[in-house]
């Protein structure tokens, strides 16, 4: 891993880019001594990780005691996309905004997505998990696919938050049964991007005992701000 910039933010937060081999990434560490547990926060398929919404929920996770850490994986953010790529994306706009079925589309360009990002994750963590500042457990936050196939495949993900969840790939809506970690899922009641009957019934098949549902009115951006809060304190039970 290799620091390439480094910001002091006006809360204390450091702010660092870093890449790991074709892997750019961003660490939020906080103002605090000693190591501090862990959450990797990823952003919704193809958003960069400098998407201001994800910016500030990782800020403001690190000025609570979290190191925060996300990354552009494979296909997403600044990294290369492929023409097929670029058409999928294309396709999945044009069919989700003419009401047509998007299952075979979402699919056959989601599923890969989520294969090529969760090794990449899991690279990172190692990487992570090396630094005097970081220490503890760690916790995910962020899009419903790839962290359902974290949590079950990565044992040092110890809560998770996801959000929305009502397009998710078939794979992944068999592996929630086998997601065991404490889980927070957030769902946004008019999300015109995600069909709430799919989010509700993938909360019902998560296979968690401990398992919580946050709904709130409103679009796919629209997520009020004091679940920000709510999730840190959620973190806060199960991270330190």
């Not at 008019?190 to 946050?214: I, M, S, V, Y």
């Amino acid at each position: 891993m290799r620091f390439t910039s480094e910001q002091r933010l006006d809360d204390g937060v450091l702010a660092r880019e870093f890449t790991l081999g074709e892997i750019p990434g961003t660490l939020w560490t906080p103002a605090v001594a000693g190591p501090a547990p862990l959450i990797l926060m990823a952003h919704n398929n193809g958003l960069p990780k400098r998407e201001p919404r994800l910016v500030a929920r990782a800020r403001h996770s690190a000025a609570y005691g979290y190191a925060v850490a996300t990354i552009d994986a494979a296909g997403c953010g600044d990294r290369p996309r492929s023409a097929a790529d670029e058409q999928a994306r294309a396709d999945l706009r044009r069919a989700m905004q003419a009401g047509e079925p998007v299952d075979e589309i979402f699919e056959s360009f989601i599923g890969p997505l989520v294969e090529k990002a969760v090794p990449e994750w899991r690279t990172t963590l190692d990487a992570l998990l090396e630094l005097p500042e970081i220490g503890g457990k760690v916790g995910y936050s962020g899009w419903t696919a790839v962290g359902i196939r974290l949590a079950v495949a990565e044992p040092r993900i110890s809560a998770a938050g996801f959000f929305a969840g009502g397009y998710v790939p078939l794979a992944q809506r068999e592996e929630a049964r086998q997601v065991a970690v404490p889980l927070l899922f957030l769902l946004q009641w008019d999300d015109e991007g995600n069909p709430r009957q799919r989010a509700l019934d993938l909360f019902d098949a998560f296979g968690t005992k401990e398992k919580t549902l946050h709904a709130n009115l409103g679009g796919h951006t629209g997520t009020p701000w004091f679940e920000a809060e709510d999730g840190n304190r959620f973190f806060g039970r199960h991270l330190k």
